[in-house]
């Protein structure tokens, strides 16, 4: 018995996924109305905004929306906890003692599935963008998987 339907070695322009040939990049999924906080805000006033906001953390900036660092609900729970511990109000605690200032920041022009391998080994949950120095965006984990679905219903063959 042999192969009865051979078509001969495929043409690599064929044999590429559709996807890849798209380009879908960043700053075509990010968030770019932000949820911002300043340095000098209290760890209380953040841990609020978190909480009525619904998000996990966002981005510190400075007076001309540079970022500065992030702030998360792991930071303030340290503090919390420390506060506890040490037995020391929080009140007149600003995040600037407590937030992420080493920020990995992602390229708006980056392909999402590029973004999505550099989530997979940060172990991040969120990217800040920058342009020009400025804060203007974040691209997420559940952006990541929204623009993957969406791309799907577009490219992907069942």
């Not at 322009?13 to 770019?32: C, E």
């Amino acid at each position: 018995m042999g192969i009865k339907s051979f078509q001969g070695a495929r043409k690599e322009t064929q044999q590429k996924n559709s996807i890849n040939q798209v380009d879908f990049k960043v700053s075509d999924f990010m968030t770019k109305d932000l949820i911002t906080f300043k340095a000098e805000q209290s760890v209380e006033d953040v841990v609020n905004i978190l909480i009525k906001q619904k998000i996990s953390g966002g981005p510190v900036v400075n007076d001309k929306n540079e970022l500065i660092g992030i702030i998360s609900e792991g930071d303030c729970i340290k503090q919390i906890s420390d506060s506890q511990y040490y037995n020391m109000p929080m009140e007149n605690n600003s995040i600037e003692k407590h937030m992420a200032k080493n920020v990995e920041t992602i390229d708006g022009n980056l392909n999402i599935f590029d973004a999505a391998k550099q989530f997979l080994d940060s172990k991040r949950r969120r990217f800040p963008i920058v342009e020009e120095g400025k804060l203007v965006g974040q691209i997420s984990q559940k952006d990541i998987l929204k623009a993957a679905m969406q791309l799907k219903q577009q490219n992907w063959k069942p």
